[in-house]
């Protein structure tokens, strides 16, 4: 195989990469401003908010994310998986504080139920716009 063949696919995967990260992110903000919209406990001033929300969120989930799960697992595990929304919850709280008065969640129970919805619209809307768009 020659060189130049090689890269054509290592540039075509890069960019797989680059429309699945952008797909991601709109998908995100398209998650978080329908969630908006749904409950009146959850405000997000614009979707370009919502944009700036998603790319937030997406670095705490990457950052943040996987310390919190590990610190949270033995309450995770003797909760049968109940306790997970909890890690979600404070990625959320997290988002709130950085974001300010564009992006606010009023109340610990709602913060529950839509932190749950998120992420459940969010592994939907993956397996159905993201991977296929994307090339996943």
């Given at each position: 195989?020659?060189?130049?063949?090689?890269?054509?696919?290592e540039s075509q995967e890069r960019k797989?990469?680059?429309?699945?990260?952008?797909?991601g992110i709109i998908v995100?903000?398209?998650?978080?401003y329908m969630a908006s919209n749904l409950f009146?406990?959850?405000?997000?001033?614009?979707?370009?908010?919502?944009?700036?929300a998603a790319l937030v969120m997406s670095?705490?989930?990457y950052v943040i994310k996987p310390v919190l799960i590990y610190w949270t697992l033995p309450l995770t595990f003797l909760t049968f998986g109940i306790a997970y929304p909890i890690v979600n919850m404070i990625i959320l709280e997290i988002c709130d504080v950085l974001m300010g008065k564009a992006f606010v969640i009023h109340?610990?129970?709602?913060?529950?139920f839509i932190s749950?919805?998120?992420?459940?619209l969010k592994l939907l809307f993956d397996k159905l716009i993201t991977d296929k768009i994307g090339g996943r």
């Open positions: 195989m020659s060189k130049n063949k090689l890269y054509r696919i797989s990469d680059l429309l699945s990260f952008i797909i995100y903000a398209i998650v978080l009146e406990n959850f405000e997000i001033t614009n979707f370009y908010y919502a944009l700036i670095a705490l989930n109340g610990f129970i709602s913060m529950f749950i919805f998120i992420r459940l």
